[in-house]
Nanobody, 117 residues
């Protein structure tokens, strides 16, 4: 059974930090591109950051470049999102996603991040 379980969300003050985790099971994690997306009510789910299977390459949405860092630990089947200098506009539900060509796409259930001003 495939599972992606996010943790580490919650309420944080503007300028603070949070570290999200996404623990994966039920699929070959080390073969998958892992990503973080976020969604606010009434909006589409937007890509925040992505990381290649080896962790050698990453990419970020312009809105989070220089503030957020995506990383992964293939031994622990976990992907992380370190969020620094957060802003109220970072408030959203954050989802992790696993994708590999020719394979089903997997999503976590989402976790709320709220940044107070």
């Amino acid at each position: 059974q495939v599972q992606l379980v996010e943790s580490g969300g919650g309420l944080v003050q503007s300028g603070g930090s949070l570290n999200l985790s996404c623990a994966a099971s039920g699929f070959m994690f080390s073969n998958y591109i892992m990503s973080w997306y976020r969604q606010t009510p009434g909006s589409l789910r937007d890509l925040v950051a992505a990381i290649t299977p080896s962790g050698g390459r990453t990419n970020y949405a312009d809105a989070v470049k220089g503030r957020f860092t995506i990383s992964r630990d293939n031994a622990k089947n976990t992907v992380y999102l370190q969020m620094n200098s957060v802003k109220p506009e970072d408030t959203a539900v954050y989802y992790c996603k696993g994708a590999q060509n020719g394979r089903p796409v997997y999503w976590g259930q989402g976790i709320q991040v709220t940044v107070s001003s």
